[in-house]
């Protein structure tokens, strides 16, 4: 009689194993994803301030330049013009980073995940420690952890699929025997540009392009006059 085939191929492979098995990549998997969600936004949270306060101190060179009447031909007006956008951008960024409140959703994404690892070591110990359980034991235990599980996921908001690629390559021995498709060197690349983009891409912009964009359009305004 040949073997049958497996149903599941890459990290659905668990799902050819015991339920407990299951459970145990299922909260692992979602463990590691929540804490680096964690670290995702605090990053965002430390670089929103520092582009936030790269803003703010353009506005404030903009205006000195008016103040102190430092020569810039004739470029009066597109100074006042730079200073009033400046001000509004300042705003409009300063109320949209605010509304992310990435360091609360951090602290939030943490939580869950010591609320996961404490099911986790329940799960590790009750494998590796506990002596021929009986089937009604293992039957209740993984009842009653997979129903503790349900009931930490319901309390929070997922994490972004990001936050699940960064778990993959954390991980590359253990996707490489079950989902080498997914971890090879140009998905991993493409994940950590993502991950940078994502992190540092709007904020380095917010840095870079104010400086840039005003001096374009001081010298083009001289040039034209």
Known sequence: MTEKAN???GP???LEKSFLEE???KIWSTKASR???DKRLKTKAKFSNISLAFLSAYLIIASLISVYNINTGNSENIIN?????????VLVVSQFENA????LNARIFHDCGLELSVL???LRMFKTLKSNPSEYEMYTFAKNLSEKYQTVLRNYQNHSPIDYDIFQINNVNYFEKVAPEKVTPKNIKKIKRRYLWEIYGWYSAMIILPPILILGIILIANYIK
């Open 120 to 122: 986790y070591n329940d």
């Open 7 to 9: 149903q599941f191929t």
């Open 12 to 14: 659905k492979q668990y």
């Open 100 to 103: 992310q409140d990435y360091n």
């Open 35 to 37: 804490f680096n969600a």
């Open 23 to 25: 459970l145990n990549y």
């Open 81 to 89: 013009y730079i200073i009033t956008a400046l001000s509004i951008l």
